[in-house]
């Protein structure tokens, strides 16, 4: 997995990630004071790069702006995410609970001979 680029790379990852999607939907909380809010289906960057698409964007009375976003798994943890002008934050509730090795994963771990 530490090499880059090679032959069957789209493979490997699968079966790396099996029974965990590489995406989740999330919460995000919109910064209010952008002059305007981001459309639905705008991109969701980290850094300058594409992780992820925005959804639904509502007007909450308590929290302000808010929004669905599908996140990649790899940006969840890694800081501000950026929707255009507009600086966004997860809320940490709405990233499910790891719910530990899945039957797919245990499979491969047995053929690897862990």
């Known amino acids: 997995m530490d090499k880059g680029c090679y032959r069957g790379q789209e493979t490997v990852a699968r079966v790396e990630n099996l029974g965990r ?3 989740l939907l999330v919460l995000l909380y ?21 992780v992820g698409r925005l959804g639904t964007v509502v007007e909450d ?19 501000e ?3 255009g002008p507009v600086a966004a ?3 940490p509730d709405s990233i499910p ?3 530990g090795p899945k039957a797919g994963r245990a499979a491969v771990d047995r053929l690897r001979g862990k």
Do not use: F, M, N, W
Not at 42 to 49: C, E, K, P, S
């Open 21 to 23: 999607s590489p995406r």
């Open 30 to 50: 919109l910064d209010g004071s952008a002059p305007e809010q981001p459309e639905s289906g705008a991109d969701i960057t980290l850094g300058g790069r594409r």
């Open 61 to 79: 009375c308590e929290y302000g702006p808010i929004a669905l976003g599908l996140v990649k798994r790899s940006a969840l943890d890694h800081g």
């Open 81 to 83: 995410l950026a929707i």
């Open 89 to 91: 934050s997860i809320e």
């Open 97 to 99: 609970a790891d719910e």
